[in-house]
């Protein structure tokens, strides 16, 4: 069965922080992405991407190219747009980052945050029993090493995440029912 990352048309043998930081890692090696990689690696319409940088969802990119938290932010919107208003993903990510497009007042990176994310995904994917206690488990996992720069910064992260990926889950829980539906005999539907 094909994994992609979440939030983006990258294949992968498994879903994990670790298999994402090794194929998104080397990709900004070279200074950053152009609109056109941003677009093919995430599955998106360019002009999705420059209305995101407009509304102020991410700052705008530097000589024409998307560093690697920018892509990261991509990603994370791409992932809960499915399941979220643009407005709310955009409170859910200031809750924790404030300005979205200003990086200083950041608790977390927006790639340490991603990475954590497909690491909790990748936990969630793999659990014969999806549940409650399965997605507090994965996700106090993939924030363990977090070091918070502010007191209680922590658990913002730690909620964040979850419903991060609950409605990663959901969305794709979504789509496997729309694909059953769609596999229906069609004088019964």
């Known amino acids: 069965m094909a994994h992609y990352l979440p939030g983006s048309t990258i294949e992968a043998e498994e879903i994990s922080a670790k298999t994402a930081n090794r194929l998104l890692s080397p990709m900004f090696l070279s200074g950053g992405l152009m609109l056109s990689q941003v677009a093919a690696l995430t599955g998106l319409e360019p002009y999705t991407i420059q209305n995101w940088v407009k509304r102020g969802f991410l700052p705008p990119p530097q000589n024409k190219r998307y560093s690697i938290r920018q892509f990261a932010r991509i990603l994370l919107i791409n992932m809960l747009k499915d399941s979220f208003q643009l407005d709310r993903v955009s409170v859910l990510l200031s809750y924790i980052n404030g300005h979205l497009?200003?990086?200083?007042?950041?608790i977390i990176d927006d790639m340490a945050l991603y990475l954590s994310a497909a690491e909790a995904v990748g936990k969630m994917l793999t659990q014969s029993k999806l549940g409650v206690e399965t997605l507090d488990e994965a996700c106090a996992r993939a924030i363990e090493g977090y070091e918070e720069p502010i007191p209680g910064a922590k658990?913002?992260?730690?909620?964040?995440?979850?419903?991060?990926v609950t409605a990663y889950i959901a969305s794709m829980l979504k789509q496997q029912a729309l694909k059953m539906y769609d596999a229906l005999p069609q004088q019964n539907r």
């Open 101 to 106: 497009d200003d990086e200083s007042d950041d």
């Open 155 to 164: 658990e913002r992260v730690y909620r964040v995440l979850q419903i991060m």
